[in-house]
């Protein structure tokens, strides 16, 4: 889908979340629908969504991709990254496997809340980012190896503003837009920060399909989405 979509939600608790699966692995793109499919499942009408819970449901999602991956060869080393917020009444939780991000909207900049599972290097931006292979590596995600240990999410715990805003991204955007102009997109005036990173993803080059949640907290929260 090219294109924006703007949904106000009511009600706690709510999960947002952005999945990508991995490149050059039998059916990713399974492997991160199946992953956002089974997360909304577990995690729907769960009134304790406490870090360690939201732990246990990633890692038991995990396991269950490495499953699944283990009854099919089509489906043999399939996994993703996941990347994602728990709302509360007054409280957020950020978490995220691999390299997908969670932003959150600071005045005019941007705080990083996710951890980067993958392995140290310089990430680039528009075409200098396909020199910078070594960065593409993941040290964790969910699914892929069958001998591979449950992944260790990285969880952290915010007070919830009810002017807060947050932005979810796969690397197809990160990659490839600069924080710097990232921060740009966010303060578009005309308010369609998610079409601008679009339009900036686009044209930096990125050649990977990308997912993007921008999350504007009020006595609602409403979440644009780009897939």
Same mark, same amino acid.
């Given at each position: ?6 949904? =106000?939600? @009511?009600?706690? &608790? $709510? ?9 050059? /692995? ?15 499942? *577990?995690?729907?009408? /769960?009134?304790?969504?406490? =870090? @360690? ?8 999602? /995990?396991?269950? $991709?490495? =499953? ?12 993703? #990254? ?25 005045? !005019? ?8 599972? *993958? ?14 292979? @070594? ?11 069958? !001998?591979?240990? %449950? &992944?260790? &999410?990285?969880?952290? #715990?915010?007070?919830?503003?009810? %002017? ?24 578009? &005036?005309?308010? *369609? ?5 679009? =339009? ?21 929260? @409403? ?5």
């Amino acid at each position: 889908m090219l294109g924006a979509q703007s949904v =106000e939600v @009511t009600g706690f &608790p $709510l999960v947002v979340a952005v999945a990508d699966g991995l490149g050059g /692995h039998a059916c990713g793109d399974v492997a991160s629908g199946i992953a956002l499919a089974w997360l909304a499942t *577990r995690t729907a009408g /769960h009134g304790a969504l406490t =870090e @360690t819970v939201l732990v246990e449901i990633l890692q038991s999602i /995990h396991s269950d $991709l490495v =499953e699944l991956a283990g009854k099919s060869y089509k489906f043999r080393g399939m996994g993703t #990254t996941i990347a994602g917020l728990a709302l509360r009444p007054g409280e957020a939780i950020a978490f995220n496997v691999g390299d997908s991000r969670v932003y959150r909207g600071e005045a !005019d900049f941007l705080q990083m809340l996710s951890i980067d599972d *993958r392995l140290a290097g310089e990430r680039g931006f528009g075409e200098a980012a396909a020199e910078h292979t @070594t960065s593409n590596l993941l040290l964790q995600c969910l699914g892929a190896r069958q !001998d591979s240990a %449950a &992944p260790i &999410p990285h969880v952290k #715990t915010l007070p919830l503003g009810a %002017a807060d805003t947050f932005l979810l991204c796969t690397d197809g955007v990160s990659d490839f837009i600069s924080l710097d102009d990232i921060e740009t997109c966010m303060r578009d &005036p005309a308010g *369609r920060c998610v079409m601008a990173l679009v =339009e900036a993803a686009l044209a930096a080059g990125a050649p990977d399909n990308f997912s993007i949640i921008e999350v504007r907290a009020s006595d609602s929260v @409403t979440k644009t989405v780009h897939e």
